[in-house]
């Protein structure tokens, strides 16, 4: 395989390098999980402080994979339509002309940014974008497997989309966000239903390689707040139970 290598300590110090290496992964994770968030807050600035509307920083929360187990470092970002639908409803900058121009583009794909690399001797070696492709599969509930589309059955659009995420993640997130690689997958199973859906009860499931990787939804940042008859706490609107006193809750639909 070709792999690109960032060496981190001398070999020498094997304790160390060790240590060296963990702490470096930790820092890209983090990294990585900021880079994004930056973009959403660029795309969405003024969510944050309203409580009952989908917040553009908690869906890349939810969206994000962070994995550093097994000799193996993993990012996954599932970037569904409604986080376009969600940023842009609070940019001024962006016209409705412009929304709806992006989520015709991007509503036929399951749109999924990877990067991948392996720890070895004292390095993590990054994976090409050939490589995360071959391993990188979306499932669909039935068990179905998706590879990810060529860019020649892509939107001319949307290749020029994961060109501008590349880089926007890439300057703050460090190695680990400048090795991420964007793929589309079919949207829909044969049968025409969402094989990502955020708002129905199910899971959105990509395997990258061996590891197993899913997310729950409806996604709770899409639902308004619910509070919990019995000790009041705020929480997620695709809660069924309090995770304080177990009470059942009434959820969102």
Request: with cysteine; charged share 20%; net charge positive.
């Given at each position: 395989?070709?792999?690109?290598?960032?060496?981190?300590?001398?070999?020498?110090?094997?304790?160390?390098?060790?240590?060296?290496?963990?702490?470096?992964i930790s820092r890209d994770l983090?990294?990585?999980?900021?880079?994004?968030?930056?973009?959403?807050?660029?795309?969405?600035?003024?969510?944050?402080?309203?409580?009952?509307?989908?917040?553009?920083?908690?869906?890349?929360?939810?969206?994000?994979?962070?994995?550093?187990a097994d000799g193996e470092i993993?990012?996954?970002?599932?970037?569904?339509?409604?986080?376009?639908?969600?940023?842009?409803?609070?940019?001024?900058?962006?016209?409705?002309?412009?929304?709806?121009?992006?989520?015709?583009?991007?509503?036929?794909?399951?749109?999924?940014?990877?990067?991948?690399?392996?720890?070895?001797?004292?390095?993590?070696?990054?994976?090409?974008?050939?490589?995360?492709?071959?391993?990188?599969?979306?499932?669909?509930?039935?068990?179905?497997?998706?590879?990810?589309?060529?860019?020649?059955?892509?939107?001319?659009?949307?290749?020029?989309?994961?060109?501008?995420?590349?880089?926007?993640?890439?300057?703050?997130?460090?190695?680990?966000?400048?090795?991420?690689?964007?793929?589309?997958?079919?949207?829909?199973?044969?049968?025409?239903?969402?094989?990502?859906?955020?708002?129905?009860?199910?899971?959105?499931?990509?395997?990258?390689?061996?590891?197993?990787?899913r997310w729950r939804t409806p996604?709770?940042?899409?639902?308004?707040?619910?509070?919990?008859?019995?000790?009041?706490?705020?929480?997620?609107?695709?809660?069924?139970?309090?995770?304080?006193?177990?009470?059942?809750?009434?959820?969102?639909?």
């Amino acid at each position: 395989m070709n792999l690109k290598s960032e060496i981190l300590k001398p070999k020498s110090d094997i304790p160390s390098l060790k240590f060296g290496i963990w702490n470096m992964i930790s820092r890209d994770l983090a990294r990585a999980a900021l880079a994004a968030l930056a973009l959403a807050l660029v795309c969405a600035p003024f969510t944050l402080a309203q409580d009952q509307r989908p917040d553009a920083t908690q869906m890349v929360l939810e969206c994000m994979k962070l994995s550093n187990a097994d000799g193996e470092i993993t990012m996954l970002w599932w970037v569904p339509e409604e986080f376009w639908k969600v940023s842009a409803a609070s940019n001024p900058r962006i016209t409705p002309a412009q929304v709806e121009t992006m989520l015709k583009a991007t509503h036929p794909y399951t749109i999924v940014g990877v990067s991948s690399g392996k720890i070895r001797a004292g390095a993590v070696a990054y994976r090409t974008e050939p490589e995360v492709r071959d391993m990188i599969r979306l499932k669909d509930r039935k068990g179905n497997s998706y590879s990810p589309l060529p860019d020649s059955q892509l939107d001319p659009s949307v290749p020029g989309l994961f060109a501008v995420l590349k880089p926007s993640m890439a300057k703050t997130g460090g190695a680990l966000a400048q090795n991420i690689f964007f793929y589309a997958f079919p949207g829909t199973a044969k049968n025409g239903v969402r094989i990502c859906d955020t708002v129905k009860e199910g899971f959105c499931e990509v395997d990258v390689g061996a590891r197993q990787f899913r997310w729950r939804t409806p996604l709770g940042s899409l639902l308004p707040k619910q509070k919990c008859p019995t000790c009041g706490e705020m929480l997620s609107g695709a809660y069924k139970y309090c995770p304080y006193d177990g009470t059942k809750l009434k959820g969102n639909k």
